[in-house]
């Protein structure tokens, strides 16, 4: 199994933009599609983006669409989110996990700890 490590949120002010990374641990990590993931207080966690294994495939959720980029570079085994535009209903805790890339569901019970994102209106 990968260890995943996310980092990059913060507090920012609405309109304002964020880059998260995922960092995987293993030599397998070019193998999965990989997901990015948020859960708000209160609220279950819910899918964003995901991108295949290669890079070539991505899928967003319709409140990201256009605000959004999910990319990975597999020479660092590391997946990013760069989120522009936010929200203040963006705030959350982001995680990543590997994906089934076709139904979206995640492959790793293991979570990691998630990167916080606050924005303010």
């Known amino acids: 199994q990968v260890r995943l490590v996310e980092s990059g949120g913060g507090l920012v002010q609405a309109g304002g933009c964020l880059r998260l990374?995922?960092?995987?641990?293993?030599?397998?990590?070019?193998?999965?599609?990989m997901g990015w993931f948020r859960q708000a207080p209160g609220k279950e966690r819910e899918f964003v983006a995901r991108i295949g294994s290669s890079g070539n495939r991505t899928y967003y959720a319709d409140f990201v669409k256009g605000r959004f980029t999910i990319s990975r570079d597999n020479a660092k085994n590391t997946v990013y989110l760069q989120m522009n535009s936010l929200k203040p209903e963006d705030t959350a805790v982001y995680y990543c996990?590997?994906?089934?890339?076709?139904?979206?569901?995640?492959?790793?019970?293991?979570w990691g700890q998630g990167t916080q994102v606050t924005v303010s209106s």
């Open positions: 990374s995922c960092a995987a641990s293993g030599r397998s990590f070019s193998t999965y599609a």
């Open positions: 996990n590997a994906v089934h890339f076709l139904t979206g569901s995640f492959l790793f019970t293991s």
